[in-house]
């Protein structure tokens, strides 16, 4: 797989729960590392989802929430991720649940994790870090510290609901703190080509936002729910089952739209 010209960061993030933010970070990190691209997997949720599918530590050790607020150096609490020579992961930890109230009284409290991750970005060719379910100021460091921004959606009933506000906050954050942010695509995640609300779902975000839709969606697939209890992916376990091989061409797909908008 090609490598990109400097270090590309994404921020995948969805503020509705549930929709596939980690299993689309951590399969898609998986997919670009065992094509012999350096990858880092940034856990930056309190649940520690993307750790534990990562098969990394992440209870009582330090982790993002100590990087953010500046007691450790990021190098320090990079961890490997066994199994992938090219895959690293910063581990969420337990005390990242206080970040969004402890940050709020930092100085560049939205710019944490950018100033961290421009220390240790050149060394990998793609970042992708994994956001909670909220715009709370950890999903803004994301935003502020990312040029890619991939939203996972699961065609049901409320799936546009909240998309207005998410967008919103991008082009705030655009206008305000990352003019090079950009809006790179919606995933349909958890998708069912047979039913018929998925089906109306996925239209209406055809025609609203068009080739911004990726081409590749992910069915629903019981092996991508089943790694994380394994501590790893899809794509590692299992690389031939439906859902790994939707991720992998997934990560075709990715690496395509970023080489023609180079
Ligand atoms: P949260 O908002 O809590 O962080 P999330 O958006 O990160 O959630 P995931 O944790 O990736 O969502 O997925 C939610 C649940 O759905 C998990 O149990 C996961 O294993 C399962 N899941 C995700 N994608 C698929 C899929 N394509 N097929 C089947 N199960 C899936
Ligand atoms: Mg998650």
Redesign the pocket.
């Known amino acids: 797989m090609a490598k990109p010209a400097s270090t590309r960061i994404f921020t995948v993030a969805?503020q509705?729960?549930?929709?596939?933010?980690?299993?689309?970070t951590v399969n898609i990190a998986a997919a670009l590392s065992m094509g012999g691209l350096r990858v880092l997997v940034v856990d930056l949720?309190p649940?520690g989802?993307a750790s534990t599918a990562l098969g990394v530590p992440h209870r009582d050790i330090e982790g993002v929430y100590d990087v953010l607020m500046g007691s450790a150096q990021i190098s320090s609490v990079i961890q490997k991720v066994a199994g992938f020579p090219a895959l690293d992961c910063v581990p969420s930890n337990s005390s990242l649940a206080n970040a969004e109230v402890n940050l709020v009284s930092m100085v560049a409290r939205e710019l944490r994790l950018k100033e961290a991750l421009d220390e240790i970005s050149p060394n990998y060719d793609y970042i992708f870090i994994?956001c909670?379910?909220s715009l709370g100021l950890l999903t803004i460091n994301a935003f502020a510290a990312s040029r890619e921004l991939m939203i996972?959606i699961q065609c049901e009933y409320y799936a546009l609901e909240g998309l207005t506000d998410l967008l919103n906050t991008v082009r705030l954050m655009q206008s305000k703190l990352n003019p090079e942010l950009e809006f790179l695509g919606i995933l349909r995640?958890?998708y069912d080509k047979r039913n018929n609300l998925a089906i109306q779902v996925s239209a209406q975000l055809v025609e609203h936002f068009n080739e911004q839709v990726f081409y590749v969606s992910?069915?629903?697939?019981?092996r991508?729910?089943e790694a994380?209890s394994h501590g790893s992916t899809a794509v590692a376990i299992d690389p031939e089952s439906a859902?790994a091989q939707s991720y992998l061409r997934l990560a075709r797909e990715l690496l395509k739209r970023l080489k023609e908008a180079e």
Do not use: C
Request: proline share 18%; aromatic share 0%; charged share 20%.
């Open positions: 969805n509705k729960g549930g929709v596939g933010k980690t299993t689309t949720d649940q989802n994994d909670p379910p996972p995640t958890m992910i069915p629903r697939a019981v991508l729910a994380p859902g």
